[in-house]
């Protein structure tokens, strides 16, 4: 009979109430608490608001006020994957209790709360009891997917959805000191019922990731253990079946939160509840997570503060692009696990697993994902010709600086050509993936009036590297906005070839020599007609110098070779 029970709590924490009902309730919360405002940050394709709510005991809601007060600021967001919203519901109890109810007020005397309950909204009202099978609790809840089918959390590099595109603004407008991204895990049975990780010191983010290793992870545990509950790093098993086989640390990439912020040097950390742990257990948890970050911030603030400032100070000369796992492990855990015996399923007739439910602690190695792979050198700058508007587009979304040039220019650059194409057989995210190998030309080349040069010597330089070398992982490239520069766009006929073709051996002895060589050493392309027609094609003046060349070119810093 509270007048501010938050509907989760109505239900014992077993249901959570659906958007218009959580909209309505934190309107209320707004207008009686003058510490809070609710500001909308973007709208999804079926027209719902993505509401972020503003928690400022200086009643500083816009980025300049918030600034102003000199406090830190942590932005937490629940429901990226929509059935996985236990984060909308502590976060609701939180507000509450940090401003009406009062047992909480001291947590904005010194740091800026900015919660997005509901990210996914459109995923979140395909509402149904039938949505993450693995999962106890709520009773009912969203999907994982937009609307349009799209992971909000494969988008963060890419920016295909207005949800992220308003999410990656709000992170430029308002630059949080901690990110929080809430989730809700998949995969096998364990102890912990909250975890969380971030990229490692060996990133792009050493400064960051140091800091979140002595004074975060530290609170989270003893606060967390406090209450009962059972805390850890997160859990990515190497064989869901066998835990004994070890677990992995990855480096996530740019299309992931944790990745995205590492590589701009947000301090960003994924959060993931234990799916079989109850409803109740994961938001009581969560809850004490969001505190407890608050509480550290209040506390480490200005020292995170100058991490972040180091890390977005360094200019690395070479940009690891990727990373492999390590072929031993780098330590051991203490795995707090539950026992599972195995059993041959009469259904598929394969080995299943079966969780006991009986704990049990074991010692499992650990495999980082911490070799770097492909490497290139830093560029000066990127430049981009003006076609290629929505790469220039989304490079200013991302708030990465870039200068336009008005007139004509000659001068000379690096491209690279780029060598066996490789499409992905599916679409993945509403792309046709792409990946290829290249090799690095220097030549003099015209930019365009309305070319975009992208300094790398800017605080998001690692992201500019990283969303435009096209061996990048999530690298425009490879989520597929160049697919033209794959195409062949003229031809020769072979009546008018041919001829042609003879002229050119009477005419260049070296040419003659090359090509009887070739005949020599390559039998497939001495018993191919149509290949070797078109080798003449691509040694004469016709063919197109524009074919497979990657069209964003590299502006050298002085000597280096860029791949590696």
Known sequence: DDPWVTPAELSHLTRTPRYRETVEWLGRLVEAAPELEMVPIGTSPEGRKVWMVIASRDLAFSPPAIRATGKPILLAQAGIHAGEIDGKDAGMMLLRDMTVRGTKRELLDQAIFLFVPIFNVDGHERFSAYSRMNQRGPIESGWRVTSRRLNLNRDYAKLDTPEMRGMVETLNRYDPDLYLDIHVTDGMDYQYDITFGFAGAHAYSPAISTWMDRYLVPAWNRDLERMGHVPGSLIFPRNQQNSEQGIVRWTPTQRYSDGYGNARHLPTVLVENHSLKTYEQRVLGTYLLLESGLRSLAKRGQRLRRAILRDRNRRPAEMVLDWSYRKEPTGILEF?????????????????????????????????????????????????????????????????????????????????????????????????????????????????????????????????????????????????????????????????????????????????????????????????????????????????????????????????????
């Open 336 to 564: 707090l696990g539950v026992k599972s015996r195995m059993f041959r399923s009469p259904i598929s007739g394969n080995q299943v697993i079966e969780w006991t439910g009986e704990p049990v602690t074991m010692p499992v190695p650990v495999y980082e994902k911490s070799v770097p792979g492909v490497t290139v050198t830093r560029p000066a700058a990127y430049w981009i010709p003006p076609a290629w508007s929505e790469v220039i587009d989304r490079l200013a979304m991302h708030g990465i600086e870039s200068e336009r040039i008005p007139a004509a220019r000659e001068i000379e650059l690096e491209r690279y050509v780029i060598e066996e194409v490789k499409l992905e057989a599916d679409p993945f995210e509403g792309h046709m993936r792409v990946a290829g190998k290249f090799t690095l030309r220097k030549e003099t080349i015209r930019l365009a009036p309305g070319s975009v040069r992208v300094s790398t010597d800017q605080p998001l330089g690692d992201l500019a590297v990283l969303l435009l070398e096209p061996e990048s992982p999530d690298s425009f490239f490879q989520w597929g906005f160049f697919l033209e520069s794959l195409q062949r766009v003229e031809y020769a006929e072979d009546y008018v070839l041919e001829p042609m073709a003879r002229k050119m051996l009477e005419i260049d002895p070296a040419l003659k020599t090359e090509f009887e060589q070739k005949l020599a050493r390559d039998d497939d392309f001495a018993g191919d007609p149509a290949a070797r027609m078109r080798w003449f094609y691509e040694k004469s003046p016709f063919f197109d110098p524009e074919w497979r060349i990657y069209p964003v070119a590299r502006e050298p810093q002085s000597g280096g070779q860029a791949l590696k």
